[in-house]
């Protein structure tokens, strides 16, 4: 064989093995994603019921101390605990204020919620700022808006608003949800609760961590 057809052999072959490399790469995130995509989406699920659960709990909570001001009927730390048989929760708030002008408005901050299925399931929720609007059923939170599930899991928002009666959950501003195994960012997000469908929208990105969750079996 002379030194030219070596050569070609040599290159072919190469190609041939890169191409190989590529497919399995290939495999592997396809592989990857058949797996964490649906996660990532019930981690999303569990998030969103967590969030509209808690915040149908809004026109029962307890009030504190309560002053009128210029900015309305200013509620301080109001808070809402109990059982419903299936769960324990609790909401607090620093301050609730009702607007002066349109009573059925509420403006709340510093929102903390917990809500503890079992020993190891618990989400955690805050927000900085929330709006809840008692006459449409609607509630609204921005700044630092935060969801955290059993520690695993964390979704975070600029803000986002809830229809408490359909169970709707819409943002257009940039989301994140973040596991172990991967995150997904994106520029719009919208929660139908009763079809149990999420969809991310605008400028998706995700990364894939497959083997984040492996360990390593003893030698």
């Known amino acids: 064989m002379d030194q030219t057809t070596q050569r070609s052999g040599n290159v072919t072959g190469g190609r041939v093995n890169k191409a190989r490399a590529n497919a399995r790469r290939h495999s592997g995130r396809v592989r990857a994603l058949r797996i964490l995509l649906p996660v990532l989406g ?8 967590g969030l509209i ?12 101390n309560v002053t009128l ?8 730390r109001p808070e809402l605990s109990g059982n419903d048989g299936e769960r324990t ?6 301050r609730a204020i009702q607007r002066l002008t349109n009573p059925r408005i509420i403006d709340l ?11 190891e399931e618990k989400a955690q929720i805050t927000s900085d700022k929330g709006t809840y609007d008692s006459s449409a059923e609607t509630l609204t939170l921005f700044e630092n808006v935060r969801i955290n599930w059993s520690g695993k899991y964390a979704i975070e928002f600029q803000r986002v608003d809830v229809n408490m009666k359909t169970g709707a959950v819409v943002t257009d501003r940039a989301m994140q949800v973040q596991s172990d195994g991967g995150d997904i960012q994106a520029n719009g997000f919208t929660y139908d609760q009763e ?9 998706i990105k995700m990364v894939l961590r497959p083997g984040a969750n492996k360990t390593e079996n003893p030698q």
């Open 42 to 49: 019930l981690i999303v699920l569990l998030g969103m019921g």
């Open 53 to 64: 659960f808690v915040f149908n709990l809004l026109n029962s909570l307890g009030i504190g």
């Open 69 to 76: 001001t210029s900015e309305g009927l200013v509620m301080d």
């Open 89 to 94: 929760y609790r909401v607090l708030a620093e």
């Open 109 to 119: 901050e510093m929102i903390t919620a917990e809500i503890v299925s079992n020993p």
């Open 195 to 203: 079809n149990g469908i999420a969809r991310f929208t605008d400028g």
